[in-house]
T-cell receptor, first 111, second 113 residues
Framework: GPKVLQIPSHQIIDMGQMVTLNCDPV?????FYWYKQILGQQMEFLVN????????KSKLFKDQFSVERPDGSYFTLKIQPTALEDSAVYFC?????????FGPGTRLTVL | GDSVTQTEGPVTLSEGTSLTVNCSYE??????LFWYVQYPGEGPQLLFK?????EKGSNRGFEATYNKEATSFHLQKASVQESDSAVYYC????????????FGGGTRLTVRP
C-alpha cells in the first residue's frame, strides 16, 4: 500500500536546540498531519495542513512548533527551542480525503 | 471536545479464542469511526472505517458495528491468530476531508500459540 516515510527514525538532542522532523508523504496526497505519542500514552493530534496552510492545531502545538512543506517536498515539523517535555514519538500522516496513512514515527529524545 | 475510551490492555489470548475490545466515544458531531492496528516499529494502519450509524465494518475477520444510540464501536474477532498480536486503536473524526483523528488509548493484544 501507500507508504509514508519519516526521517530520521531517532533523534537525540539537547534541550534548547532546534530540531526538524521530516516526512515524505504519499505522492498524490493533499492533507498532512502530525501526531505526538509519549511513551505509554495516547496518540494525540498536533496539527493538520492543506494547500500550504495550517488547518487546525491543538493545544499541544506550542508557539515553538512550526510546520511547512516548501515546494511540495518534505512536510516538516520544526521545534525551536526544544524542551524536555517534547520527548516523544512523532508520527506524520497524509491523506487524499479522510483515510490517513501513517509513517513509522520519529523518536525524539530531548536531554 | 471529542473523546474515545477503549478497553485497557494488555489483553492476552490463546489462538483460536474470541476477542472483544470495547470502544465508546463522545462527540457533538456526526463522526466517522475507525479501527487502526499498529505493529512494532510501524505507524498505525487502517483496519477499517464506518462512516454511517448502524453499519458494520470488517476486514481480516475483524468487525465492528457503529452503534449511534450507545455511542459504541466495539471490535470483535471470532478466532484470533498469533499474527493478530499488535496494538489496536479506536478513533473518530468528523466526516470532512483532512479532519484530525481522535484516538483511544490503544489496547495491546498478545496471542499465544
Amino acid at each position: 500500500g501507500p507508504k509514508v516515510l519519516q526521517i530520521p527514525s531517532h533523534q537525540i538532542i539537547d534541550m534548547g536546540q532546534m530540531v526538524t522532523l521530516n516526512c515524505d508523504p504519499v505522492s498524490n496526497h493533499l492533507y498532512f498531519y502530525w501526531y505526538k505519542q509519549i511513551l505509554g500514552q495516547q496518540m494525540e493530534f498536533l496539527v493538520n495542513f492543506y494547500n500550504g496552510k495550517v488547518m487546525e492545531k491543538s493545544k499541544l502545538f506550542k508557539d515553538q512548533f512550526s510546520v511547512e512543506r516548501p515546494d511540495g517536498s518534505y512536510f516538516t515539523l520544526k521545534i525551536q527551542p526544544t524542551a524536555l517535555e517534547d520527548s516523544a514519538v512523532y508520527f506524520c500522516a497524509s491523506s487524499l480525503d479522510y483515510e490517513q496513512y501513517f509513517g513509522p514515527g520519529t523518536r525524539l529524545t530531548v536531554l | 471536545g471529542d473523546s474515545v475510551t477503549q478497553t485497557e490492555g494488555p489483553v492476552t489470548l490463546s489462538e483460536g479464542t474470541s476477542l472483544t475490545v470495547n470502544c465508546s466515544y463522545e462527540t457533538k458531531q456526526y463522526p466517522t469511526l475507525f479501527w487502526y492496528v499498529q505493529y512494532p516499529g510501524e505507524g498505525p494502519q487502517l483496519l477499517f472505517k464506518v462512516p454511517k450509524a448502524n453499519e458494520k465494518g470488517s476486514n481480516r475477520g475483524f468487525e465492528a458495528t457503529y452503534n449511534k444510540e450507545a455511542t459504541s464501536f466495539h471490535l470483535q474477532k471470532a478466532s484470533v491468530q498469533e499474527s493478530d498480536s499488535a496494538v489496536y486503536y479506536c478513533a473518530l473524526s468528523d466526516s470532512n476531508a483532512g479532519a484530525k483523528l481522535t484516538f483511544g488509548g490503544g489496547t495491546r493484544l498478545t496471542v499465544r500459540p
